[in-house]
């Protein structure tokens, strides 16, 4: 826990993510690919290191926005 929220270990169903932010690099993504469209996301933040084109053009055929740049730069700026 982090104060309270939740640090979910295995891959379960969310109900209502707006955000999901990448910081496993493209090698290491397959895993994770199925698990993300089934969440459907608003959007995945593609952080920097993380950009991967397949998933992109899979995320957009799913009405999921992908965006590559830095969450952490985002939030500093106000434009998460």
Not at 7 to 17: A, F, M, N, W, Y
Not at 45 to 60: A, C
Request: proline residues 5%; aromatic residues 8%.
């Amino acid at each position: 826990m982090i104060e309270d929220h939740s640090i979910i270990r295995e891959l379960k169903p969310i109900d209502k993510v707006d955000t999901i932010t990448l910081y496993v690099g493209p090698r290491n993504q397959s895993s994770y690919i199925n698990y993300i469209l089934e969440l459907h996301p608003k959007r995945v933040i593609f952080n920097p290191g993380t950009y991967n084109q397949e998933l992109v053009e899979l995320l957009e055929r799913n009405n999921i926005q992908a965006v590559e740049a830095c969450t952490l730069v985002m939030l500093s700026a106000n434009t998460y």
